[in-house]
Protein backbone atom coordinates (compact mmCIF):
# COMPACT_ATOMS: atom_id res chain seq x y z
CA UNK A 1 0.00 0.00 0.00
CA UNK A 2 0.85 3.36 -0.87
CA UNK A 3 0.59 6.36 1.90
CA UNK A 4 1.37 9.32 2.09
CA UNK A 5 1.34 11.48 5.82
CA UNK A 6 2.13 15.24 6.50
CA UNK A 7 1.57 15.23 10.29
CA UNK A 8 1.25 19.04 10.72
CA UNK A 9 -2.23 20.06 9.59
CA UNK A 10 -1.68 23.81 10.71
CA UNK A 11 1.69 25.31 11.07
CA UNK A 12 2.05 29.34 12.29
CA UNK A 13 5.82 31.34 12.38
CA UNK A 14 6.00 34.40 12.49
CA UNK A 15 8.11 36.12 9.19
CA UNK A 16 11.80 35.52 9.08
CA UNK A 17 11.41 32.29 11.05
CA UNK A 18 12.88 29.17 9.55
CA UNK A 19 10.37 26.44 8.79
CA UNK A 20 9.89 22.70 8.33
CA UNK A 21 6.97 20.63 6.80
CA UNK A 22 7.17 17.02 7.16
CA UNK A 23 6.70 14.29 5.21
CA UNK A 24 6.41 10.29 5.52
CA UNK A 25 5.84 7.89 2.52
CA UNK A 26 4.89 4.44 2.44
CA UNK A 27 5.44 2.02 -0.52
CA UNK A 28 7.00 -1.36 -1.27
CA UNK A 29 8.44 -0.26 -4.83
CA UNK A 30 12.01 -0.01 -4.97
CA UNK A 31 11.48 3.00 -7.71
CA UNK A 32 9.26 6.03 -7.01
CA UNK A 33 8.59 9.73 -7.27
CA UNK A 34 8.51 12.12 -4.55
CA UNK A 35 6.81 15.74 -5.21
CA UNK A 36 5.93 18.72 -3.35
CA UNK A 37 3.16 21.02 -4.84
CA UNK A 38 2.23 24.26 -3.34
CA UNK A 39 -1.29 25.78 -3.01
CA UNK A 40 -1.68 29.47 -2.54
CA UNK A 41 -4.71 30.85 -1.87
CA UNK A 42 -5.44 31.37 -5.77
CA UNK A 43 -6.19 27.67 -5.54
CA UNK A 44 -4.06 25.81 -8.05
CA UNK A 45 -1.53 23.72 -6.74
CA UNK A 46 1.83 24.82 -8.21
CA UNK A 47 4.91 22.26 -8.40
CA UNK A 48 8.33 22.90 -6.67
CA UNK A 49 10.44 19.68 -7.05
CA UNK A 50 10.59 16.14 -7.74
CA UNK A 51 12.75 13.84 -6.20
CA UNK A 52 12.84 9.75 -7.74
CA UNK A 53 14.11 6.80 -5.07
CA UNK A 54 17.49 6.84 -6.54
CA UNK A 55 19.02 10.07 -5.82
CA UNK A 56 19.06 11.09 -1.62
CA UNK A 57 20.75 14.15 -2.46
CA UNK A 58 19.52 17.19 -0.78
CA UNK A 59 18.25 20.35 -2.78
CA UNK A 60 18.42 23.75 -2.10
CA UNK A 61 16.68 26.16 -3.92
CA UNK A 62 17.07 29.42 -2.97
CA UNK A 63 14.85 30.19 0.43
CA UNK A 64 13.98 26.43 -0.44
CA UNK A 65 15.82 23.02 0.64
CA UNK A 66 14.42 19.41 0.43
CA UNK A 67 15.84 17.20 2.39
CA UNK A 68 15.26 13.49 1.32
CA UNK A 69 16.40 10.39 4.29
CA UNK A 70 15.58 7.12 2.55
CA UNK A 71 16.30 5.19 5.93
CA UNK A 72 13.40 6.90 7.80
CA UNK A 73 11.25 6.84 4.58
CA UNK A 74 10.73 11.16 4.92
CA UNK A 75 11.33 14.06 2.12
CA UNK A 76 11.25 17.16 4.41
CA UNK A 77 11.01 20.85 2.92
CA UNK A 78 12.58 23.67 4.65
CA UNK A 79 11.78 27.37 4.33
CA UNK A 80 14.57 29.67 4.96
CA UNK A 81 13.74 32.85 6.32
CA UNK A 82 10.27 32.80 5.60
CA UNK A 83 8.15 35.54 4.03
CA UNK A 84 3.90 36.32 4.34
CA UNK A 85 3.76 35.38 0.69
CA UNK A 86 4.95 31.66 1.50
CA UNK A 87 1.82 31.17 3.24
CA UNK A 88 0.15 28.58 1.60
CA UNK A 89 -1.15 25.15 1.96
CA UNK A 90 2.00 22.86 0.67
CA UNK A 91 1.30 18.90 -0.56
CA UNK A 92 3.85 16.42 -0.18
CA UNK A 93 2.77 13.41 -3.07
CA UNK A 94 4.55 9.92 -4.04
CA UNK A 95 3.72 7.98 -7.10
CA UNK A 96 5.17 5.11 -8.42
CA UNK A 97 7.06 3.95 -11.77
CA UNK A 98 4.83 1.93 -12.68
CA UNK A 99 1.87 4.26 -12.83
CA UNK A 100 1.11 7.82 -12.57
CA UNK A 101 -1.21 7.90 -10.29
CA UNK A 102 -0.22 10.98 -7.50
CA UNK A 103 -0.88 9.90 -4.09
CA UNK A 104 -1.09 13.12 -2.11
CA UNK A 105 -0.40 13.80 1.54
CA UNK A 106 -3.68 15.77 3.63
CA UNK A 107 -1.46 18.53 3.30
CA UNK A 108 0.14 20.80 5.66
CA UNK A 109 -1.58 24.85 6.32
CA UNK A 110 1.42 27.73 6.74
CA UNK A 111 0.64 30.55 8.14
CA UNK A 112 3.13 33.34 8.21
CA UNK A 113 2.56 36.00 10.25
CA UNK A 114 4.08 39.37 9.68
CA UNK B 1 3.87 29.23 -16.86
CA UNK B 2 0.91 25.69 -17.27
CA UNK B 3 -1.91 26.12 -20.16
CA UNK B 4 -4.85 24.62 -18.12
CA UNK B 5 -8.40 26.40 -17.73
CA UNK B 6 -11.54 25.46 -15.56
CA UNK B 7 -14.60 27.31 -15.94
CA UNK B 8 -16.38 28.45 -13.95
CA UNK B 9 -14.38 29.86 -10.89
CA UNK B 10 -16.83 29.97 -8.87
CA UNK B 11 -20.66 28.65 -8.95
CA UNK B 12 -23.59 29.11 -7.02
CA UNK B 13 -26.03 26.87 -8.23
CA UNK B 14 -29.56 24.96 -6.97
CA UNK B 15 -30.53 21.48 -5.93
CA UNK B 16 -31.11 19.38 -8.71
CA UNK B 17 -29.57 21.66 -11.27
CA UNK B 18 -27.37 20.07 -13.82
CA UNK B 19 -23.77 21.69 -14.38
CA UNK B 20 -20.48 21.02 -16.10
CA UNK B 21 -17.80 21.43 -15.19
CA UNK B 22 -15.11 22.50 -17.48
CA UNK B 23 -11.49 21.81 -18.25
CA UNK B 24 -9.49 22.50 -21.34
CA UNK B 25 -5.68 22.51 -21.81
CA UNK B 26 -3.25 23.33 -24.52
CA UNK B 27 -0.38 21.47 -23.46
CA UNK B 28 -1.10 18.16 -25.48
CA UNK B 29 -0.89 16.12 -22.58
CA UNK B 30 -2.72 11.97 -22.74
CA UNK B 31 -3.02 12.24 -18.94
CA UNK B 32 -5.71 14.36 -17.21
CA UNK B 33 -7.39 14.21 -13.86
CA UNK B 34 -10.54 15.39 -12.04
CA UNK B 35 -10.17 16.29 -7.74
CA UNK B 36 -12.37 16.80 -5.32
CA UNK B 37 -10.81 18.82 -2.57
CA UNK B 38 -12.84 19.16 0.90
CA UNK B 39 -12.22 21.86 3.04
CA UNK B 40 -9.93 19.92 4.60
CA UNK B 41 -7.41 20.58 1.97
CA UNK B 42 -7.60 17.00 1.06
CA UNK B 43 -7.52 15.84 -2.03
CA UNK B 44 -9.73 12.88 -3.63
CA UNK B 45 -9.28 11.44 -7.24
CA UNK B 46 -12.36 11.13 -8.38
CA UNK B 47 -12.01 10.56 -12.24
CA UNK B 48 -9.02 10.31 -14.89
CA UNK B 49 -8.17 9.92 -18.13
CA UNK B 50 -5.11 8.22 -20.13
CA UNK B 51 -6.37 9.47 -23.64
CA UNK B 52 -8.91 10.05 -25.73
CA UNK B 53 -11.92 7.91 -25.16
CA UNK B 54 -10.16 6.55 -22.07
CA UNK B 55 -11.71 7.39 -18.62
CA UNK B 56 -11.90 5.65 -15.09
CA UNK B 57 -13.03 5.95 -11.94
CA UNK B 58 -10.63 7.83 -9.02
CA UNK B 59 -10.53 6.76 -5.67
CA UNK B 60 -13.60 8.31 -4.58
CA UNK B 61 -16.62 7.43 -5.72
CA UNK B 62 -18.20 10.17 -7.43
CA UNK B 63 -21.63 11.07 -8.51
CA UNK B 64 -20.05 12.99 -11.65
CA UNK B 65 -19.62 11.71 -15.01
CA UNK B 66 -16.58 12.53 -17.51
CA UNK B 67 -15.90 12.49 -20.65
CA UNK B 68 -12.83 12.51 -23.37
CA UNK B 69 -13.78 13.17 -26.79
CA UNK B 70 -10.96 15.45 -27.18
CA UNK B 71 -7.37 15.60 -26.00
CA UNK B 72 -7.39 19.05 -24.78
CA UNK B 73 -10.91 18.74 -22.62
CA UNK B 74 -12.18 16.59 -19.54
CA UNK B 75 -15.25 18.10 -18.71
CA UNK B 76 -17.16 17.19 -15.56
CA UNK B 77 -20.98 16.46 -15.33
CA UNK B 78 -22.78 16.56 -12.85
CA UNK B 79 -26.75 15.57 -13.74
CA UNK B 80 -28.18 16.74 -10.61
CA UNK B 81 -26.56 18.75 -7.72
CA UNK B 82 -27.04 18.08 -4.35
CA UNK B 83 -25.70 20.04 -1.60
CA UNK B 84 -23.19 17.07 -0.79
CA UNK B 85 -22.07 17.82 -4.37
CA UNK B 86 -20.95 21.38 -2.42
CA UNK B 87 -16.50 21.74 -3.18
CA UNK B 88 -13.65 22.88 -4.58
CA UNK B 89 -12.96 21.02 -8.20
CA UNK B 90 -9.28 20.72 -9.37
CA UNK B 91 -8.70 19.71 -12.97
CA UNK B 92 -4.70 18.61 -13.51
CA UNK B 93 -2.83 17.20 -16.76
CA UNK B 94 0.31 15.02 -17.09
CA UNK B 95 2.42 14.42 -20.53
CA UNK B 96 2.74 10.80 -21.00
CA UNK B 97 5.60 10.75 -23.09
CA UNK B 98 7.67 11.41 -19.81
CA UNK B 99 7.55 8.85 -17.15
CA UNK B 100 6.38 10.26 -13.38
CA UNK B 101 6.55 14.03 -14.51
CA UNK B 102 4.85 16.60 -12.36
CA UNK B 103 1.20 17.56 -12.87
CA UNK B 104 -0.18 20.81 -13.59
CA UNK B 105 -3.33 22.15 -12.60
CA UNK B 106 -5.93 24.48 -12.78
CA UNK B 107 -7.02 27.41 -10.54
CA UNK B 108 -10.35 25.13 -9.80
CA UNK B 109 -14.10 25.23 -10.08
CA UNK B 110 -15.83 26.15 -6.41
CA UNK B 111 -19.13 25.14 -6.63
CA UNK B 112 -21.51 25.51 -3.85
CA UNK B 113 -25.22 23.81 -4.31
CA UNK B 114 -27.91 25.70 -2.29
Known amino acids: AQKVTQAQTEISVVEKEDVTLDCVYE???????LFWYKQPPSGELVFLIR??????QNEISGRYSWNFQKSTSSFNFTITASQVVDSAVYFC???????????FGKGTRLHILP | EADIYQTPRYLVIGTGKKITLECSQT?????MYWYQQDPGMELHLIHYSYGVNSTEKGDLSSESTVSRIRTEHFPLTLESARPSHTSQYLC?????????????FGQGTRLTVV
Open chain 1, 27 to 33: TRDTTYY
Open chain 2, 92 to 104: ASQPSRAVNTEAF
Open chain 1, 93 to 103: ALTRHRDDKII
Open chain 2, 27 to 31: MGHDK
Open chain 1, 51 to 56: RNSFDE
